[in-house]
């Protein structure tokens, strides 16, 4: 009798070990485990996208976006992998003859199962006006290097592709962060797709 307690035993051992195998690690959300088979943060994604000038001097004009993300250099175990940003580098080209810009930035990502939440901050370059008096339709930046930041929302369709609505801002920061003369900053929002390989 004692035998077949003993294998019973252990049968319900392997099977709860089975199933915690499945669940997230202690600590960790279950947002973020959920989504792991979608979001490989080692691998190399580009991005591309079409934007548009919501106000502002440059209301109205219209931008085409690419990008490349880099892996993460280093990883953390559990919840904490999210405070390690993945560089990217891209461009802004505003096809209106208006203000372009290349930037660098770190890239947060957060995932929710398919959805996926996302803030960069990093620095730009811009072919922008510097003053008001120069341009009177293009957005006068006070400085060629600019802050950049935003943010993305996102949805993954599977490992490879996804789609995101952006929201991009440039500011020399002043008075606090510059010296500049101007800022007005700059803004861009819009749909980008992605492919990761």
């Not at 660098?104 to 510097?130: P, S, Y």
Request: charged share 15%; hydrophobic share 45%.
């Amino acid at each position: 009798m004692s035998r077949i307690a003993l294998a019973l035993a252990l049968a319900l051992g392997a099977s709860t070990l089975a199933q915690a195998a499945d669940l997230a690690p202690p600590g960790v959300p279950a947002a973020l485990a959920a989504s792991a088979p979608l979001y490989d943060p080692s691998k190399f994604e580009i991005r591309g996208g079409f934007f548009a000038s919501p106000f502002g001097v440059e209301q109205g004009s219209t931008d085409v976006s690419a990008a490349l993300v880099f892996p993460k250099v280093f990883r953390l175990p559990g919840w904490q992998d999210v405070l390690i940003p993945r560089l990217r580098v891209g461009g802004v080209a505003n096809l209106d003859g208006r203000t372009s810009y290349a930037y660098v930035d770190g890239l947060w990502t957060v995932n929710f199962d398919r959805a996926f939440a996302e803030v960069f901050l990093g620095g730009l370059v811009h072919n922008g006006t510097l003053q008001n008096h120069i341009d009177e339709n293009a957005t006068a930046l006070g400085c060629r290097e600019l802050y950049h930041l935003g943010a993305d929302l996102g949805y993954r369709f599977d490992q490879h592709w996804s789609i995101m609505v952006t929201y991009e801002h440039g500011s020399d920061g002043e008075p606090i962060l510059s010296n500049c003369p101007q800022n007005r900053g700059l803004n861009v929002a819009g749909v980008a797709l992605g492919y990761s390989f």
